[in-house]
């Protein structure tokens, strides 16, 4: 199940509001009751605020954007730092090898995104 924020920014977001503000435009609130997290207050110019049902509609597309983010963010940590991907293409142009493309491809592999 996703987050409210994630079910939010798809139901803005298939409204045509490509950017949220969850400090003006939405403000979310917990008050730790066992009921979990709610919209305290809509600000959204524009859009209606969802209704539960609303936000239940976008729970797979949202549940997928967040599964699809946490393999970008373990891709992102397994490609290593810039420089360091950087001296792999040089010394792969100096020693005709292809480790650069080799990694890439193993990180690839090792962390497929998901498509549903």
Request: charged share 25%; glycine share 6%; net charge negative.
């Amino acid at each position: 199940m996703a987050s409210l924020s994630s079910k939010i920014k798809t139901y803005c977001a298939d409204n045509g509001v490509a950017e949220v503000d969850f400090l003006a435009d939405v403000l979310r609130q917990d008050d730790s009751n066992g009921q979990g997290p709610y919209i305290k207050a809509w600000n959204v110019s524009g859009v209606a605020q969802p209704t539960a049902e609303q936000l239940n509609a976008v729970d797979s597309a949202a549940d997928l954007e967040e599964r699809q983010n946490a393999v970008r963010a373990t891709r992102k940590n397994a490609y290593g730092d810039l420089g360091s991907q950087l001296d792999m293409q040089y010394h792969d142009s100096i020693d005709g090898t292809t480790t650069w493309k080799d990694h890439v491809a193993s990180v690839k592999t090792a962390n497929p995104i998901p498509t549903e």
